[in-house]
């Protein structure tokens, strides 16, 4: 009997080898979210981080000159702004006082370059050279000079995974700066992003600046996403069709800087209790 | 037992280039599957149990190698899938004469479309994104960059053919 089990399967070996590997696939998706799967993850992420450190000059060489440029035209309309936000965060500061708002809590920076890309249909990440001995965290928000890149979702000791805004699962509560409108956004392919769920009656132009709002248990409030590029009324439909486009220029993303904010534990379980 | 050490060695070759080179030659967010041709390639050379052992191994990797955002197991499931599928072109006395034509490409092609479409009908699993649109943006391009790219080792073997 086991002769002839044992001859079945050197007779069918080439599928026996196929069910056995996909067996091995499925068990693996199944169990995805396991502490065991983080810390492979963690150590072959260290050894990848290493590898991809060396090539990383690549993309600095190629953009050094076209980057100066962009730096000074950037340093010139910064040095303008700085003045007036000066202006602004002195009065800002004495209305709070006069009305008794909560001061927003500062955080600090860990600064890190891009060291590699993962670029997988529709989800992108980056691999940054700051890991958990600099203080990165899973949860820690990814931003440059021009504003939201994405958030941390994966750690070694010096290296981390960053997941970008053009990942099909990061959300982002969002609003408009201008008219305080709030909604959702998300990235669906292309280079632009989706700013879902805000009604057809609600005020959104071209040329709104997009921030992340208070609403999001991710993101602090205040960091600039994007530029609404569109909007669109389809008929029967409740919600507008706006784009945005995003004020990161991913193409061109090597330094990045993880905020020292991790969400908020007492805020995301009270909420994922009062959804429960 | 040269041979697979050989085999592990280019394996290991291609699925460095795949996640820290290639990246840097992606147009918008499409990369041609370096380790999907090697796949092909050993189908095509050494049949199926190879290519699917290797499809699994470098599947696996490629999936670690996203960290905690990728989904473990999914790539080595499709790049199976892609090795197993490959290996049914395994013909010994014809291995130069098949990686060195139009076969080649086209089986690069097939393989390829197949990967991609079973990738995403597990990838968007309960996502709002259309399965349509996910393969008419990424699935279909990222395909045809791929075999351009599969091109290339097909004229070095045309090369090496004729000399």
Known sequence: MLKRVYDIIVLFKEYVLLAVYLLISILLLAVNTTDQARVIRGHVLTAAGVVQDVFGFIPNYFALRQQNRILREQNLTLSDEVNRLREAALENIRLRRLVGLREQPAFGYVSAQVVGSQVQALRNTATINAGTEDGVLVGMPVVTDQGLAGRIVSTGSRYAIAQLLYHKDLRVSARIQRSRVNGIIRWTGGSELQFAHVPKTLDVVEGDVVITSEFS????????????????????????????????DFDRLEEVFVAKVVPDSSRVALERRTND | MT????????SLAVLLLQTTLIPFVAVGTIVPDLILIWVVVLGIARG????????????????????????????????????????????????????SSAQFPLTVAVVSLVHNLLYFVIFLQGTDISWNDAVLRHGIPATAYTVLVSLIPMFIMARRNRS
């Open chain 2, 3 to 10: 041979r697979w050490f050989i085999i592990a060695l280019i």
């Open chain 1, 217 to 248: 248990s991710l993101f602090p409030s205040g960091i600039r996403i994007g530029i609404v590029t569109s909007t669109r009324q389809l008929p029967g439909e409740l919600f507008q069709a706006i784009t945005v486009h995003p004020s990161v």
């Open chain 2, 48 to 99: 199926q149990i190879t290519a699917s052992t290797v499809g699994f191994v470098l599947g696996l990797g490629l999936d670690l190698l996203a960290g905690d955002d990728g989904m473990l197991g999914l790539s080595s499931l499709t790049k199976t899938v892609a090795g197993f599928m490959a290996g049914y072109t395994f013909n010994e006395n014809k291995t130069m004469q098949n990686l």
